[in-house]
């Protein structure tokens, strides 16, 4: 853990009022000893009463006790902070940016809507499920769901597509499943269904496009809850003064659906995961700022910025990556975090 900025202040104080006192406690001394000839009892009496009211150790010791109760506290909330100094920051930050998926929604999404295009719903289901099955993608994982009834093929060749989807072979022929970006990149005809695909991104959904070739097959919609306590922790958040955003590698649509739910004005979509560090260093150009982030795609944003807050729920390397840890996933936890922050530093000062 890192010492905080203040400690090393205290520390440096310490330095010279331990020296200054102690000389000054000498110097008591030899002035009541010359001046009361040969009363040692005396002397030293005055000597020992200057080293008890200066007390030098009471400052060495004041702001480690602070920070002690101060995470201690946090803790008791399920709110883990590894550092001296990420207590102290969190009260001056001035950014706040949250990752969407499993951040300020469940990170469970489930299927919604399924389109078909000259095939049944159960085949398009049998495709998409026996790629999937090869991805970790929380996405991946509800299509695998919804498929379970069904025998999986086996495949081969998969590839994920970073930020775009996935790629495989099943009985022979190719497919590609991901989103508008890739299917645009692949030149695949979407036609009668754009106006479909982005109804469903409007409604806050990720519709995942199916194709073989430059023939779409089918869409799958999947939509991820919000959780409840997201929409409120952001509105504290903005009370208390600070600017809030939200990034993430899904579509626009479905972005600015989701972030107006939350009442975030600023957000920013189709963000590849090496990028999200790249969003955080602009806004320290201006001030302090904070990810809050679950992912492994979260990782290298939640280490650039001032502070990463990662939720207990989300992957190892985001909760190693990040200074404080939500135990509960509750987003409320982060202006509690702030409170406390600000609370410890006066009790410092
Ligand atoms: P995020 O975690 O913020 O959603 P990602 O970079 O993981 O960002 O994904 C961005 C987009 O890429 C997804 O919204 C989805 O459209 C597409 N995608 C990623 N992985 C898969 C997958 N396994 N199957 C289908 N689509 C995927
Ligand atoms: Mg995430």
Avoid at 27 to 53: D, E, N, R, Y
Avoid at 209 to 215: D, N, S, T, W, Y
Avoid at 273 to 297: C, F, H, R, T, W
Wanted: net charge positive; charged share 25%; aromatic share 6%.
């Amino acid at each position: 853990t890192k010492k905080a900025p203040i400690q090393r202040f205290a520390d440096s104080v310490s330095a010279y009022f331990v020296p200054i006192v102690i000389f000054i406690a000498i110097l008591t001394f030899t002035v009541w000893f010359s001046l009361v000839k040969s009363s040692v009892g005396f002397a030293l009496m005055a000597a020992v009463a200057v080293l008890v009211i200066a007390c030098p150790c009471a400052l060495g010791l004041a702001t480690p006790t602070a920070i002690m109760v101060g995470t201690g506290k946090g803790a008791k909330q399920g709110i883990l902070i590894k550092g001296g100094d990420a207590l102290e920051t969190a009260h001056k930050l001035n950014y706040i940016i949250f990752d969407k998926t499993g951040t300020i929604t469940k990170g469970k999404p489930e299927v919604t809507d399924l389109l078909v295009n000259q095939i049944s719903e159960k085949k398009l289901l049998e495709i998409a499920g026996s790629i999937e099955k090869n991805s970790e993608h929380p996405l991946a994982e509800a299509i695998v769901k919804k498929a379970k009834k069904i025998k999986l093929k086996k495949i081969t060749g998969f590839k994920a597509i970073v930020g775009k989807g996935v790629k495989a072979n099943v009985s022979g022929k190719e497919y590609y499943l991901g989103n508008l970006r890739l299917m645009k990149e692949r030149g695949v005809k979407l036609s009668g269904h754009l106006s479909k695909i982005t109804k469903l991104e409007s409604e806050g959904k990720t519709a995942m496009i199916l194709a073989v070739g430059k023939k779409l097959l089918g869409v799958i919609a999947v939509a991820d809850e919000i959780k409840k306590d997201s929409f409120k922790a952001i509105q504290n958040l903005q009370k208390m003064g600070l600017k809030v955003y939200m990034i993430t590698g899904d579509n626009q649509r479905t972005a600015r659906a989701i972030a107006k739910r939350v009442g975030i004005k600023n957000f920013f979509a189709e963000v590849l995961p090496e990028d999200k560090a790249k969003y955080v260093k602009k806004l320290q150009k201006k001030g302090k700022v904070s990810m809050v982030g679950d992912g492994i795609n979260d990782a290298p944003a939640l280490a650039q910025a001032d502070i990463g807050i990662a939720m207990g729920s989300g992957t190892d390397v985001a909760m190693e990556s990040g200074s404080i840890v939500l135990m509960r996933n509750s987003l409320l936890d982060i202006s509690k975090a702030i409170k406390l922050s600000r609370l410890t530093m006066g009790k410092i000062r």
